[in-house]
Nanobody, 122 residues
Framework: VQLQASGGGLVQAGGSLRLSCAASGRSFSTYIMGWFRQAPGKEREFVAA???????YYGDSVMGRFTISRDNAKNAVYLQMNSLKPEDTAVYYCAAVLLTPSIRSPRDYDYWGQGTLVTVSS
C-alpha cells in the first residue's frame, strides 16, 4: 500500500482544515487507517484511527474537534479538523496496518505517507 497525504496549510486558530490520504494498492477496505502527527522536537503522536468496520478512535487532545472518515470506493481516508489550536501545528501522517493489538501505537503501522504540514497561527 502506498499512501499520499495532502490538504495541509496555514490556518488561523479556530479555523478548519480537511486532510486527505489517497491509497494505492488492493484491499484498502481491509486496512486500519490512522493519522499521526509530529511537532518539532516531539515524538510522533496518535491523532485518530478508523478500522475496517468504521469504528473510530481519537487521541485525547483532538477528541470532539477532529473527525476521521474513510471512503473505500475512493481508497481514501480523511481527517476533518475543526477548532484548530496553535498546539495542533505539526506534520500530519497517514498510516495503514492490517492488524494491530494497539491501534494508537505508531510502531505497529506498516505503511506511511510522506506527511503534510499543518500550521495554526495564534
Amino acid at each position: 500500500v502506498q499512501l499520499q497525504a495532502s490538504g495541509g496549510g496555514l490556518v488561523q486558530a479556530g479555523g478548519s482544515l480537511r486532510l486527505s490520504c489517497a491509497a494505492s494498492g488492493r484491499s484498502f477496505s481491509t486496512y486500519i487507517m490512522g493519522w499521526f502527527r509530529q511537532a518539532p522536537g516531539k515524538e510522533r503522536e496518535f491523532v485518530a484511527a478508523i478500522n475496517r468496520g468504521d469504528r473510530t478512535y481519537y487521541g485525547d487532545s483532538v477528541m470532539g474537534r477532529f473527525t476521521i472518515s474513510r471512503d473505500n470506493a475512493k481508497n481514501a481516508v480523511y481527517l476533518q479538523m475543526n477548532s484548530l489550536k496553535p498546539e495542533d501545528t505539526a506534520v500530519y501522517y497517514c498510516a495503514a496496518v492490517l492488524l494491530t493489538p494497539s491501534i494508537r501505537s505508531p510502531r505497529d503501522y506498516d505503511y506511511w505517507g510522506q506527511g503534510t504540514l499543518v500550521t495554526v497561527s495564534s
